[in-house]
């Protein structure tokens, strides 16, 4: 059995699949030890800005959204509370899945981390001796696969312990 599990969460129907994933690993091994980890990275492309550059859309993505390009912005011309909404969002996320795993009756431990998704989860879990990943499938259109890559494919690749893709 898994003494220790780790969940990639992104707030997806996909990643809520993998809490309900390991939900059912705990009610099999209540001492197994839960961990739920939000990259902040794939984000960051999403918000409006970051500390010193604007993303203005540009031209259309495969997936329906827009290319930002980045601006570089004087001190002054920052918006205002950027960080604390980028701050709130991540906890709104985090919060999503305590309340999830509350409601299973499943304890678990919850970390943001920032970097990106596919290394920083399989470096936390070499840190910290987790011995079984578990993460959503993205579900990304062939197109964007194909250009970016998926995220659960390279953790496939690069984890050093068992990795779990729920679909």
């Known amino acids: 059995m898994y003494k220790h599990i780790l969940i990639g969460f992104d707030d997806s129907r996909d990643s809520v699949k993998a809490l309900e994933r390991a939900a059912q690993f705990y009610s099999m091994n209540p001492e ?5 980890a939000h990259v902040i990275q ?37 918006p205002k509370n950027g960080k604390e909404n980028f701050h709130d969002s991540t906890e709104y996320i985090l919060d999503h899945a305590r309340s999830f795993l509350n409601y299973q009756g499943v304890p678990a431990e919850f970390k943001a981390l920032d970097g990106k998704p596919s290394t920083d989860l399989c470096d936390f879990a070499i840190e910290h001796h987790v011995d079984l990943i578990i993460v959503g499938n993205s579900g990304k259109g062939l197109l964007k696969k194909l250009l970016v890559g998926s995220v659960s494919e390279t953790i496939m690749k690069n984890a050093e312990m068992d ?3 729920v679909k």
């Open 42 to 78: 794939e984000y960051t492309n999403n918000l409006a800005f970051d500390q010193y550059h604007l993303n203005y859309p540009i031209g259309p993505t495969p997936n329906g959204g827009v290319y930002p390009v980045r601006m570089i912005l004087r001190e002054e011309e920052m």
């Open 163 to 165: 990795v779990l893709v």
């Open 32 to 36: 197994s030890k839960i961990t739920v």
